[in-house]
């Protein structure tokens, strides 16, 4: 889930399930992940109708190392971890640790952070070992200050591939003023600027894109 930054006017506050006792969120964000993640498509039909990727995913969170996860993006932009250290020390201040998050944090009507997500596949070449698939920036911050970050690790019946390769570690991640043209290694048979819609879709067959999730798929799930 991206965050963009400006200064928090409003206290941040942890989305809690509604009818379950969730005290720290991470309920709510499971229940999430199994059922309002979706292949991204402009197609709300289409969208829709698609398997779910996590809806039948083993979904756990675990305190973990980032030198134990690979990574997929061959940079970090200076200005989002910039975002980030000012979001740490601005949510630490309201009792909210974004390296040990367990749920979804609601910054302001716009801007929300959860946990950073990894996937586990047991083919080669991931060997499972977990692959970032967002929160690159904070695993990235983790790994220089040396401290564990909380993680949402998800595996098992996954419906769909990713797109991208992992990197053989965080060396080969460089941190950028601007996203560099070879950002990321993919499957063979991707062109290196492919489009999402024919690309995933002609070499996974069913799929239409990465995962995606909206503010209004989180608001309507707590109604």
């Excluded at 999430?32 to 829709?48: A, G, M, P, S, V």
């Amino acid at each position: 889930m991206t965050v963009l930054w400006y200064k928090i006017s409003l206290m941040a506050e942890i989305i809690k399930h509604r009818y379950v006792d969730d005290l720290d969120g991470s309920f709510m964000l499971g229940e999430l992940l199994h059922e309002k993640i979706f292949l991204n498509t402009d197609d709300k039909l289409i969208r829709y109708g698609m398997p779910k990727p996590y809806e039948y995913a083993d979904i756990t969170q675990e305190l973990i190392d980032p030198e134990k996860i690979l990574p997929t993006a061959k940079y970090v932009l200076r200005s989002h971890l910039d975002i980030i250290e000012a979001l740490d020390i601005e949510l630490s201040s309201q009792g909210i640790n974004i390296f040990n998050l367990r749920g979804i944090a609601k910054i302001d009507e716009n801007n929300l952070i959860c946990p950073p997500i990894l996937e586990v596949w047991e083919e080669s070449p991931y060997n499972g070992i977990p692959v970032v698939v967002d929160g690159a920036h904070r695993l990235y911050i983790a790994r220089k200050r040396g401290i564990k970050i909380n993680c949402v690790i998800i595996s098992g019946q996954i419906s769909s591939m990713l797109p991208v390769l992992p990197l053989t570690g965080w060396q080969e991640v460089m941190e950028r003023d601007e996203v560099p043209s070879d950002k990321r290694n993919y499957h063979p048979g991707f062109p290196e600027n492919w489009k999402t819609h024919e690309a995933y879709r002609t070499k996974f067959p069913g799929s239409t894109g990465p995962r995606t999730i909206s503010n209004k798929d989180i608001s309507s799930s707590r109604q």
